[in-house]
C-alpha cells in the first residue's frame, strides 16, 4: 500500500511540473516590507565569506525562512528569460546591517551575489520587526542545479539559510514553448539516392538566430558524422545539404540553435530499416574465423545456419546461437561451405546471408558409388581435410537420425558402409560432415535405392535419384545435396558481399563479390 501511495505522489509531483505556469516579470529587482528602505548591488561574495561570531544579544532564527521559485522574464521584442525569485524573512536588528544572496551553479561553479543593506536610521527603530525581503534577478539556465545562501552582514557564523533548487526543465509547458533553449526547431529532410545527400529543412526557429545542424550515429550520445553545416539567422533559406556515407538505422538529422545549452531537436527517420546492417559479415582465411559487428546498436539473435535448396529455409546449426545487443559476434574455425550461412533475427524479422555462396572459397564434394551390398563414399576437398560419414534416417526436412555406426575419412579417401534392404529406401540418407572445424553444415544424399543384384555407381543427386543409361547398364548418379558446382546459382537471392580481412600482415584485403 506503501508503495502505491508513493507512486501516486510521484505522479502527480511530475505532473504538476510540467503543467505548472511560471509566472511573468516584465522588470527584475529588489522588494522589502512595506515601511522597509532597501537597495541592492552585486557583490563578489569574498569579502563576506568569513564568519564572526554573533553578539550575545542576536537571536539564532534572526532568519525565518527562505522560498525559492522560478519566474520568467518577457520584455517586449526580446526573448523570455528564466530568474530565481529568492523571497526571505528578517528580524531587524542593530547589529545586521543587511543580507547577502547568492546562487551558485552546482553544473558550472559559476556564483552570483547580491547585497541588501537597509537603511540604518529606520532599522534601529525598528529593531525586532520582521521584514520580508524578495529579489529576481538571479538569470538561470533551463533545469539548471543550483544552491542558493542567505546570510547576514556582517556575516556571523551559524546565522544562515541554504536550500539547493532545480530549475524547470523544456518537458515544463510555459518552459518548452518560451525558452529559446527549448525551441529546437521543426526538421524536414529529403534524401537525394544518387547523389547521397540529405537536405534538411528546418522551421519554428527565433528571428535572427543562428541554428546548427549535423549527422550523427545514435549510440549512448549521437555521435558526428562529418561536419556540422550554420544556417544563419539572417538567412531567409533555412535550409542545408549534408552528404552520406551510408544510410543505416542509427543515422540521425540533429538540429539546435547556437546558444548555450540549447535544446537538440533529433530526427532518426531510418530506425527501422535495418537491413543494412547485416552486410558487415567478415571473414579471416587464416584464423578461420567468421565475424560480424553491428555499424549501430540493436539487439539481434545471430545463428549459423545450412541453406536447404528445395525451398531456401535455412536451418539452425546447434549451440550457435548468439545474442548480441551491441558487441561483435564472432565464430571460429568456420567451414567454408557455400550453405553455410548467418542468420539474424530481430523482433521485426529474420534476414539469412549466406557469404561463401559466391564461390571465392574451396568447397568439399561428398559423392557415393554402391556396389553390391556396400555403398562406398567418397570425400574430395581442394585443401586436407577430415570427415565423419553415417547412414541416417530423415524424418523432417534437416533432421536426420543416425542409423548404424559413424565412419571417419579423410579427403581424397573413401569408405565403405554396409546396407542391409531394410536400411534403403526414401528416408534413408548418407550424412557427411567436417570433424576438422568447429562449425560445419551436413550434407546428405537421400533416396538410397541399393543394387543388390548388380554393380551400380553413384556421385549425387540434390534430392532423388537421377537414372543415366552407360556401359555398365542402368546405373543411378547420387550427389550431396549441397554440391557446390550446383548451389551457386540458387544462392544469389540470399547471399551478401564479403569483407576479407588477412589480420598479421602488412596489407589488409577486402574483396567484394
Request: overall charge neutral; charged content about 20%.
Amino acid at each position: 500500500m506503501t508503495s502505491i501511495h508513493v507512486q501516486t505522489l510521484l505522479i502527480v509531483f511530475f505532473w504538476n511540473s510540467d503543467c505548472q505556469v511560471i509566472p511573468r516579470i516584465e522588470e527584475c529587482g529588489l522588494s522589502c516590507s512595506q515601511g522597509i528602505h532597501c537597495k541592492s548591488k552585486p557583490s563578489s561574495g569574498i569579502f563576506n565569506s568569513f564568519c564572526h561570531d554573533a553578539p550575545a544579544s542576536l537571536s539564532s532564527v534572526v532568519m525565518k525562512s527562505m522560498k525559492i521559485s522560478t519566474v520568467m522574464k518577457c520584455a517586449q521584442g526580446t526573448p523570455c528569460s528564466l530568474h530565481l525569485s529568492i523571497k526571505g524573512t528578517l528580524s531587524l536588528d542593530e547589529n545586521i546591517r543587511g543580507l547577502e544572496i547568492c546562487s551558485l551553479s552546482l553544473d558550472t561553479q559559476q556564483s552570483q551575489c547580491t547585497n541588501v543593506r537597509f537603511a540604518r536610521k529606520k532599522s534601529k527603530m525598528l529593531n525586532g520587526k520582521k521584514v520580508h525581503v524578495q529579489f529576481n534577478c538571479f538569470e538561470v539556465s533551463v533545469a539548471q542545479h543550483i544552491y542558493v545562501t542567505m546570510q547576514t552582514v556582517p556575516n556571523y557564523c551559524e546565522v544562515k539559510l541554504s536550500q539547493e533548487y532545480y530549475v524547470e526543465d523544456c518537458r515544463n509547458n510555459d518552459v518548452g514553448k518560451y525558452i529559446p533553449a527549448c525551441l529546437g526547431g521543426k526538421l524536414d529532410y529529403n534524401v537525394d539516392w544518387a547523389k547521397k545527400v540529405i537536405s534538411v529543412n528546418v522551421s519554428n526557429l527565433l528571428r535572427d538566430q543562428d541554428y546548427y545542424v549535423r549527422l550523427c550515429h545514435k549510440w549512448f550520445t549521437c555521435e558526428d558524422v562529418g561536419a556540422f553545416a550554420v544556417i544563419k539567422g539572417k538567412e531567409s533559406l533555412k535550409s542545408v545539404s549534408l552528404k552520406y556515407s551510408q544510410l543505416l538505422p542509427c543515422l540521425c538529422i540533429e538540429g539546435w540553435l547556437a546558444i548555450p545549452d540549447a535544446r537538440r531537436t533529433q530526427l532518426c527517420p531510418f530506425e527501422n530499416d535495418t537491413k543494412a546492417l547485416w552486410d558487415n559479415i567478415v571473414y579471416n582465411p587464416i584464423t578461420q574465423t567468421l565475424a560480424w559487428e553491428p555499424t549501430c546498436p540493436v539487439f539481434v539473435t545471430v545463428n549459423l545456419c545450412r541453406l536447404m535448396k528445395p525451398n531456401h529455409h535455412c536451418e539452425d546449426i546447434q549451440n550457435t546461437s548468439k545474442s548480441s545487443p551491441e558487441k561483435q559476434v564472432k565464430y571460429s574455425r568456420v567451414d567454408t561451405h557455400p550453405r553455410l550461412c548467418m542468420k539474424f533475427t530481430t523482433k521485426q524479422d529474420s534476414w539469412v546471408k549466406c557469404p561463401f555462396a559466391h564461390g571465392e572459397f574451396p568447397a568439399w564434394k561428398m559423392r557415393t558409388a554402391a556396389v553390391a551390398e556396400q555403398i562406398h563414399v567418397f570425400f574430395t576437398s581442394q585443401t586436407t581435410a577430415q570427415f565423419s560419414v553415417l547412414v541416417c534416417n530423415r524424418t523432417q526436412l534437416g533432421s536426420c537420425e543416425a542409423v548404424g555406426m559413424r565412419h571417419s575419412v579423410s579427403a581424397g579417401d573413401s569408405v565403405s558402409i554396409t546396407m542391409s534392404q531394410e536400411m534403403c529406401g526414401s528416408t534413408i540418407c548418407i550424412q557427411g560432415w567436417r570433424t576438422d572445424v568447429d562449425y560445419s553444415v551436413p550434407l546428405q544424399i537421400c533416396d538410397t535405392h541399393c543394387g543388390f543384384h548388380r554393380q551400380t555407381y553413384s556421385d549425387g543427386s540434390p534430392a532423388k535419384a537421377m537414372t543415366h543409361s552407360g556401359a555398365l547398364g542402368a546405373s543411378k548418379i547420387l550427389a550431396a545435396e549441397d554440391s557446390y558446382d550446383e548451389c551457386t546459382p540458387d544462392l544469389r537471392s540470399v547471399t551478401t558481399p564479403l569483407h576479407v580481412g588477412v589480420e598479421g600482415m602488412n596489407h589488409h584485403f577486402h574483396f567484394h563479390f
